[in-house]
Each structure stands twice: as structure tokens, then as C-alpha cells.
């Protein structure tokens, strides 16, 4: 592998690209998780990078970035199909002189590339997930194709993504690209998670079970909470740590009184930096309906930490079943139960699929490999 001069010399070398990422905000989510990677690895690719938000706030993920320098705009989209948010676009586009629109979501594609259209800019578009349930709409057959092919570039984050794309956007199949996420991996150190673990109070002896995750409907977090009810009446020294916000969480909150769980069930609300959080669980769990590349995911494997999860979207190209994880069907409590109660009890198990995934993280899921791909396809579009 080309070691850091290497890559400095050949980044020095290559002609310099300025890219404006679009996309709705940059809250908290995936999404927003992995535009922070891109223009934060691009600097050692030759790649200068912006941000503009449509959705008229910035959020605090692009609030951070605009603090380390990296420039974030924002314009508000207007109700309906927006006609002036395209030529705000092209306005920014312009005055830029960016060689790259990067959309990240279908929205900001749309807009994006009716707004690229006469100026430098080469398109290129990533879906990071789908809605669940997917359903057709009788407009994508008519327009995606088109946009699609006058498109350089698409990328799905899964494979899974990208069947979705071409069955439900009519987008051909041929043109679709797959880059895995990427993150960098965390860092914890055991005195800080002592601490971490005493100001939530959570005993020292309880195994700790637990998610970070944004609290909505998607997420299907009630079936944790049901499943984790299971496992408490079979292991009472267990606990379910569940970090995050969103709109499920009073629900959430209600549901673990009413399963008579709260007594071993904490919310931390919304975390910037979990990483020691995650070093605090035994075990990782996701039980959402439908994935694209779960950064929270790759979180848990950088720490080495085993992961129960639903064998949805893209969970299965992430967590090799029975070997970094366990993949259990959607929205089976019993299931889920009896999975994690498997990497609970049998302790040589787990350190197994610790090392696992792991190994599958270094191999597959670094943020310097994500970035790597992206600059090729940059250039590969501006050539």
C-alpha cells in the first residue's frame, strides 16, 4: 500500500477538485455522518469540499464542521417543487466554480442536477436508504430514467440500495455504483467508561446491552424493548442502554415502564461522540426495518463489539451471520431474544465475533478507503 508521502506526493501531483455536497441538513444521522467523513478525508485526496443545505437549517453536525473550516451554506426550499431553490443552486454553483455537485438523498439530486445543467459542474448522486415500506411512483418512471442516464455517476451505499433504486426508481441497474460506507474508527479508554458507567448508574457486575440510533419508527425500537424484556426475565443482571433521540422516544420511555423494564433501561438522549457509550456494551443491537450501511454499525465493529441485528437491506453485506454478528429476521422479539441471549451467556462466542468484526472493519469499512473511491470517481466524471 502507498504509504503517507505516497499518497501526499500523488495527491500534489493531480490537478485540485472543488466539490459542493448537497443535501437536506446536516442534523444528526447517517447520512450527515458520512458526508463529515468525505470532506474530511478529501483534503489528503486533492479535493476541496463545501456544503449546502436546502432545507434552510445547517444542524449541529454542520455547525461543527464550519468550526474546523470547511464552508457550509444554506438556502430554504419552499413548499412544493421549489423552481428558485434551483437557480440558488446555480447561483452557488457558479460562484464557486465547483467541478463536482455531489447529492446525497433523491431530493437534492433532482435539484441539483436541473441546477448543474450550463454550468462545469459533473453530477454525481448517492442514496443512502430507502423508506420503509418502498412503493413505486408512476412519476420515477418517467423522469428517473432520464435524469439517470445524464447523470456520470450514481452510487448506492448496498447493494440492497441499489436493487431498490432499480425497482422502485427505474434507474438501470448498469449505472449504479456500490461504496460501503466508511468511518473512522473510535477510540475509548477503560477509565472514562468507568466513569461514563457510574454517572448513568449502571452497576459494575450488569451486562450491558444496548443501541445508538436515532429514536424513530423505522428504527423498531419497541421490539428491542420487547425482546430485551425476555432476556432480563432469564439474565436479571442484564441492562439496555439506548442512546439517542427522536420522535419515538416518549413512546419509547412509556412502553419500557409499561413492560416493567425502566428500572434496567436508560436513555442518554441524542450523544455527539458515543465511542464510550459503545465501549460500554457487552453487546451491539439493531433491530431497525430497513438499512442502508448502518454507521452506528461500523461503530460497534471498530470497538470490536458483537452485534445482534435484523437481516435487512444492508445489515447482511455488513455482520457476516454467525461470524461478526448474528442476523436474526425483522421484527421478531423472540428471535432477537434468543440471540442475544446466545452471545450472553456463551462468553468464548462473543470474544470470537469481538475479533470478527474487527477484522471486517479494518478490511472493508475504513473512512480512508470510502474517500478513496469517491476521489477516483470524482475524477474518473471530470477527466
Known amino acids: ?60 453536525i454542520g455547525e461543527a464542521l464550519e468550526q474546523s473550516g470547511i464552508p457550509v451554506h444554506k438556502l430554504a426550499r419552499k413548499q412544493g417543487f421549489d ?22 438523498q433523491y431530493t437534492p439530486w433532482v435539484y441539483g442536477w436541473l441546477a448543474a445543467l450550463g454550468t462545469r459542474a459533473k453530477v454525481v448522486f448517492t442514496e443512502h436508504g430507502r423508506f420503509y415500506p418502498d412503493r413505486y411512483r408512476y412519476k420515477a418512471a418517467l423522469i428517473n430514467p432520464v435524469i439517470a442516464l445524464l447523470t456520470p455517476a450514481i452510487v448506492a451505499i448496498s447493494s440492497a440500495t441499489r436493487d431498490a433504486l432499480a425497482r422502485y426508481e427505474f434507474i438501470p441497474k448498469f449505472k449504479i455504483r456500490i461504496v ?40 423498531n425500537q419497541p421490539m428491542m424493548l420487547r425482546a430485551f424484556k425476555m432476556l432480563l426475565e432469564q439474565r436479571p443482571d442484564s441492562w439496555l442502554l439506548i442512546v439517542g433521540d427522536g420522535p419515538s422516544r416518549a413512546m419509547l420511555e412509556n412502553m419500557a415502564e409499561k413492560l416493567g423494564i425502566a428500572h434496567r433501561t436508560s436513555f442518554t438522549g441524542f450523544v455527539n461522540a458515543p465511542a464510550h457509550h459503545l465501549a460500554m456494551m457487552n453487546i451491539f443491537l439493531l433491530s431497525s426495518f430497513t438499512e442502508g450501511t448502518s454507521m452506528t454499525l461500523l461503530e ?16 447482511p453485506e455488513i455482520l457476516e451471520d454467525g461470524c461478526s454478528g448474528v442476523l436474526v429476521p425483522s421484527d421478531d ?42 476521489a477516483a470517481i470524482y475524477r474518473n466524471i471530470c477527466e
Not at 23 to 41: D, S
Not at 83 to 104: A, M, P, Q
Not at 300 to 315: E, F, H, K, Q, Y
Open 333 to 374: 422479539a423472540a428471535s432477537f431474544h434468543q440471540a442475544i441471549l446466545l452471545l450472553t451467556t456463551d462468553e468464548d462466542c462473543r470474544k470470537e465475533k469481538s475479533k470478527a468484526a474487527t477484522s471486517a472493519f479494518r478490511n472493508r469499512f475504513s473512512s480512508e478507503s470510502m474517500a478513496e473511491k469517491y
Open 83 to 104: 423552481w428558485s431553490l434551483i437557480g440558488g443552486i446555480r447561483k452557488c454553483l457558479r460562484e464557486g466554480r465547483f467541478d463536482v455537485v455531489h447529492c446525497h
Open 300 to 315: 460497534a465493529m471498530s470497538l470490536g463489539i458483537p452485534t445482534v441485528a435484523t437481516n435487512v437491506g444492508g445489515n
Open 1 to 60: 500500500m502507498m504509504g503517507d508521502k505516497g499518497k501526499k506526493a500523488a495527491s500534489q501531483s493531480r490537478k485540485s477538485l472543488k466539490v459542493l455536497h448537497i443535501t437536506f441538513n446536516m442534523g444528526i444521522g447517517g447520512t450527515e455522518q458520512v458526508i463529515r467523513q468525505l470532506v474530511q478525508g478529501m483534503a489528503s485526496e486533492g479535493v476541496e469540499s463545501e456544503i449546502l443545505c436546502i432545507d434552510g437549517q445547517i444542524g449541529p
Open 180 to 219: 460501503y460506507n466508511g468511518i473512522s474508527p473510535l477510540a475509548s479508554n477503560e477509565e472514562a467508561v468507568r466513569k461514563l458507567r457510574k454517572a448513568l448508574g449502571i452497576p459494575t457486575d450488569a451486562h450491558v446491552v444496548g443501541t445508538v440510533s436515532r429514536l424513530d419508527p423505522v428504527k
